[in-house]
């Protein structure tokens, strides 16, 4: 798809309209009396994707207004008991107080992991968010974040830890949920419309790193055919094993043990992406084929001496979180007035229009 000059003029109007029709000016503690900068996409993830790559790569583009931490981790999450809207908004907002830029957002892998009723939530509030996911190799993704959280976080050295102490970090309920990609995929969609979300895949950003981005500005409403840095292209940020210093191979046990997890909501992913991931299960039920007795027996093992008590003790945690979280939300949406109908309808209506006239020119 062409972006034309005039293409790039109909957004710009369409986003001032927005911006006058549903951001309502008000006041910013911080800021005086300005106009509230809502984001208008999010990165979703999921973990050990890329997306920090994609934080670093979105940054440069001259329309794009990120937040200026990566993860804001804000909706739903320990932030949210410690912060407001205005202090959200205000992270989007131009340092000079000009003018706001077309686009602005964020990216919080851990938003992959939101519950059904706190995304519905956060589309209550901010009903045309464009939404991105990234997706990754299964086994890959798992293995990069039981690294990452042993080698990074804990500071060990990933060479001395043995395969079952691996099998513990997959089970954690942190990791089991960011790589249930089609719990994810569902939740938002089913709160932002299935046209809201973007998917696309951790290995195209290696394969085709220019494509990859500019398919993403598309979805967002920026301009495009966009040059991609060049320091940016061969660039890998935040590689796993650049994070943990030391190479460590995946260990035989631990790649069964999440074919054996993961192959069947694959096959589910798949059938949802129309055979777009057909390679990951073809390859998954070739490893967990290679089975053998003790593997089974140490799964056992792992499921009630680990699994079980981790479940738990996550739930127990969450649901008291919860509680504080969804009470926290309603003290937030009482400080501000809601949309009103009009507006809500006004927006949507030139949203589509500017949709439809997009995807007349592809």
Not at 184 to 195: D, L, N, Q, V
Request: charged share 30%; hydrophobic share 35%.
């Amino acid at each position: 798809m062409r972006f034309s000059r005039d293409d790039a003029t109909s957004t710009t109007r369409v986003e001032a309209v927005l911006k006058h029709s549903i951001r309502e000016s008000d006041l910013f503690r911080k800021r005086g009396l300005v106009q509230r900068c809502s984001p208008t996409f999010l990165g979703i993830g999921s973990m050990r994707c890329g997306s920090t790559w994609l934080y670093e790569a979105l940054k440069c583009h001259p329309d794009i207004q990120l937040s200026e931490s990566k993860e804001l981790d804000f909706f739903f999450m320990p932030q949210m008991l410690k912060h407001d809207l205005d202090w959200y908004e205000a992270n989007f907002a131009p340092e000079d107080g000009g003018e706001p830029r077309p686009v602005r957002g964020e990216i919080s892998p851990s938003y992959a992991r939101l519950k059904g009723w706190q995304v519905n939530r956060i589309a209550e509030l901010l009903p045309d968010l464009r939404i991105i996911l990234t997706l990754r190799h299964p086994i890959e993704r798992a293995w990069s974040q039981a690294l990452y959280q042993s080698g990074f976080w804990e500071h060990k050295d990933v060479r001395q830890i043995s395969p079952t102490e691996f099998l513990r970090k997959i089970e954690k309920a942190r990791n089991k949920l960011s790589s249930d990609y089609l719990r994810t995929i569902e939740i938002w969609s089913k709160a932002f419309g299935r046209e809201a979300l973007y998917i696309d895949f951790f290995d195209r950003i290696q394969d085709d790193p220019e494509t990859f981005i500019n398919d993403i500005l598309r979805h967002i409403g920026t301009t495009t055919p966009w040059a991609l840095p060049a320091n940016l292209i061969k660039k890998k940020v935040y590689a796993t094993n650049s994070l943990v210093k030391h190479v460590r191979d995946i260990p035989e046990v631990v790649q069964w043990y999440i074919a054996d997890r993961l192959v069947e909501p694959t096959e589910r992913l798949n059938e949802l992406l129309e055979g777009r991931v057909s390679s990951w299960v073809d390859e998954m039920r070739a490893i967990r084929g290679k089975t053998r007795s003790s593997w089974r027996i140490l799964t056992e093992l792992n499921r009630i001496v680990f699994s079980v008590p981790e479940r738990l003790a996550y739930e127990t945690y969450h649901a008291a979180l919860d509680i504080r979280l969804w009470l926290r939300w309603r003290e937030l949406r009482r400080s501000r007035p809601w949309q009103s109908v009009s507006q809500t309808k006004r927006a949507r209506r030139l949203t589509k229009k500017h949709i439809a006239t997009v995807h007349s020119r592809e």
